[in-house]
């Protein structure tokens, strides 16, 4: 696998210095952590217009699908996909999915943050907020059923790079940093069915712990889910360097 600085280089296609910020974050009741070390001195001292973030590279066979259960097979078998096809298409929902709600997160924190498919460009300076998706695993939805307390939980994990650009130079590494989000410690049907099986009432506890679990499951794609909880980290982690470190000014709410 080749290193973070190596990635930073490939992406920018610079050769340049990479600076890495200290600390962690880790994001509440989100089931998220973000990770970052500096390595060789401050941060620069900058100011962005607007951040472009882009969509993160994600690939097909690194994806963990779930195949756990009679359901998933059925499921598999009826859309006629092989593994593969379904691989793909889950690399692509996350990776869209990802750049979409951290475009949302950023502006909703009052940054100016932009969706960018192509060239930066010229004539702006700004941040860029670029990766790689490194898991994209659905975990056992019978295991999370029938479990919970973590077992079977689905995670999606990212590198994430922050470059600067200048108006009219070539893009700059800043910093770099681990994140990544799971489905949680939902209680599982064993949890659940605990109160009605002391009373007497281990089916009626079961089926309700069961509905409400599965309802959650079904209300909220893991996958999708797991992209919007790391989206959320991300942003926090890029607002809270960027505001510190006087590069941008997150708007006020009127």
Partial sequence: ????????????????????????????????????????????????????????????????????????????????????????????????????????????????????????????????VEGRIDTIDAGSHRRRMLIGLGAGKSEVGATVAVLFQPANGAPQPLLSFEAKADSGHMPGMAETAGVGAAAGHVATAAAVGGGLHGASEAKHDTLSSDAGKLARSIAKQVAQVSTQNGWMT???KS
């Fill in 250 to 252: 997150m708007a006020t």
């Fill in 1 to 128: 696998m080749q290193t973070l600085i190596n990635f930073l280089v490939n992406k920018a296609k610079r050769v340049a210095g990479t600076v890495f910020l200290a600390g962690a974050l880790f994001a509440s009741g989100c089931a998220s952590a973000t990770t970052a070390v500096q390595t060789n001195g401050p941060l620069p001292q900058l100011h962005a217009d607007v951040i472009y973030v882009y969509a993160f590279d994600a690939a097909a066979d690194q994806v963990q699908l779930d195949n756990s259960g009679m359901m998933q097979k059925l499921k598999t078998m009826a859309s006629g996909e092989t593994s593969a096809q379904q691989q793909q298409q889950a690399a692509l929902q996350t990776r869209e999915r990802l750049a979409d709600q951290l475009v949302s997160e950023l502006q909703k924190m009052g940054l100016p943050a932009v969706r960018m498919d192509g060239p930066a460009p010229a004539g702006r300076d700004a941040l860029i």
